[in-house]
């Protein structure tokens, strides 16, 4: 910027040491549904002993030089094992090997299954799709868990994958350079054919224009390169969420051109289009039936859920056969049951413990036990909780009746459609992994925007109201 370059002294540390520890723990004990991310290529550094806090006084003349009084140490790759070492003995004493041992039975069990019901087999044949969690929380990021993000992948023909993102709280960007590195997620942005935005709220669209952003610069720089992907993707949103996005245009454009607009209220279940699962459509086609074409399905339709205004739940049908459902936030719906009847995968809201049940429906939220309620009534064959309350620092407390198809979803979670028979198993580990721990950033999702940004700085949002 400005002819400036920044060098990276310190490539293989990080500040964030509890991060850190927790992702190298879940790496390792749960690879499958936590893979290892790629590592960053970066060039050689042209300083040495470069840390935080290290401070070079110009003047006065008799100070003149490093200053290492306030530096504080980095978390080296060394001391980074070091720690996972001391977490995984805690971890012991919490009883991870058992779990670990019941996990390993569960996924011997379901891979050598050959019968199954129509859902799981709808789950086992789902060609590697993937849904990938780079944000479970509610409000504002945390220390565990940023705002609501989850990227759904959908291979296609000759290795071309295809993707789409469910909501986009702010940092997403930043989530999917953690998750899979910068080549990776060059990849994934350029296969973004659709984003899905839910409702008005912050914490589920700020992160968009930095989306949005990043990939109309890859398209330009890779245009006339011939690659499988469109110039504009399809951005099927809310009217509030079109209007304010149109106003922040007007002061900067580094988003114009990068998409088509869909309003939400256009893809009522009687309005949706449904595509021919037996011809290709043509190229002239609407951008949203080109979108779904190169998704693979044949049809994206909303409902109305009770949130706030403009407030929607989304379903996704596959022409392979599966159903994905996502609510989005809401309090329980009868018309997302009926919308969604017979799931493949529901992807719920879960925002407050079965004890919060007034905070709920104050807030209009779901407790733990009406998400997995609705996932009964919709006979979803699994079901996955997302959007906790950044008051649960690491796992929420599970009712002892819930259902054996339910997962608990974490940041950096990337689970293939054919694992997800197996994966509810792993919450006795991921309780191991994760122990309750304080929170010193407890945020309360009925706060109003406006007083949750008085000590950050200023976001426009026309929409950005508070979740009451």
């Known amino acids: 910027v400005g002819g400036q370059e920044a060098a990276v002294t310190s490539g293989d540390v990080s500040p964030f040491r509890a991060a850190v520890a927790n992702a190298r723990l879940l790496r390792r004990v749960l690879p499958r549904l936590f893979p290892a991310a790629s590592e960053a290529e970066v060039s050689e550094a042209t300083a040495e002993g470069v840390l935080p806090l290290l401070t070079y006084h110009i003047l006065p003349l008799r100070l003149r030089g490093v200053d290492w009084t306030a530096a504080t140490a980095l978390l080296s790759a060394t001391r980074a094992e070091e720690e996972e070492e001391l977490s995984m003995q805690a971890a012991e004493g919490q009883g991870l090997s058992v779990a670990v041992e019941a996990l390993q039975s569960q996924i011997s069990h379901w891979e050598a299954k050959d019968e199954a019901e129509s859902g799981e087999a709808l789950l086992r044949g789902a060609a590697g799709a993937r849904v990938s969690f780079l944000g479970t929380g509610s409000a504002i990021p945390s220390k565990h868990r940023n705002t609501s993000a989850i990227h759904v992948e959908v291979p296609r023909a000759e290795g071309v994958s295809r993707g789409m993102l469910l909501d986009v709280g702010e940092g997403t960007l930043g989530q999917m350079h953690r998750l899979w590195g910068a080549g990776a997620t ?64 007007k002061l900067d454009p580094c988003c114009v051109g990068s998409y088509q607009m869909i309003l939400c209220e256009t893809l009522l279940p009687m309005m949706a289009p449904r595509l021919s699962t037996t011809a290709a459509p043509a190229e002239n086609s609407p951008p949203l039936v080109l979108a779904l074409a190169d998704l693979g399905l044949v049809c994206v339709s909303n409902v109305r859920v009770p949130h706030c205004r403009d407030s929607f739940g989304g379903i996704f049908e596959s022409e392979s056969g599966w159903k994905l459902v996502y609510s989005g936030d809401c309090r329980p719906s009868d018309s997302l049951v009926a919308a969604g009847q017979g799931a493949t995968l529901l992807i719920h809201e879960a925002t407050f413990e079965d004890s919060m049940a007034d905070d709920a429906v104050a807030k209009r939220h779901c407790t733990i036990s009406e998400a997995v309620g609705v996932a009964v009534r919709m006979n979803a064959t699994r079901c996955i909780l997302t959007h906790f309350s950044q008051r649960y620092p690491a796992l929420p407390n599970l009712p002892s009746d819930v259902s054996g198809k339910v997962l608990v979803a974490c940041d950096m979670m990337s689970v293939s459609f054919r694992d997800l028979l197996w994966a509810s198993a792993s919450v ?16 309360d999702e009925g706060t109003p925007l406006h007083h949750q940004q008085s000590q950050q700085p200023a976001i426009p949002s026309v929409a950005a109201a508070a979740e009451v």
């Open 186 to 249: 060059t990849d994934k942005l350029l296969g973004l054919s659709l984003i899905w935005i839910s409702h008005p709220h912050a914490d589920h669209h700020l992160g968009l224009i930095d989306i949005l952003a990043a990939r109309r610069r890859l398209v330009k720089a890779h245009r006339g390169g011939g690659g499988p992907f469109r110039e504009r993707l399809v951005l099927v949103a809310p009217r509030s969420v079109a209007l304010w996005l149109e106003g922040y245009e």
């Open 428 to 443: 006795p580990v991921l309780r191991c992994l994760l122990p309750p721990e304080a929170d010193e950033s407890e945020q």
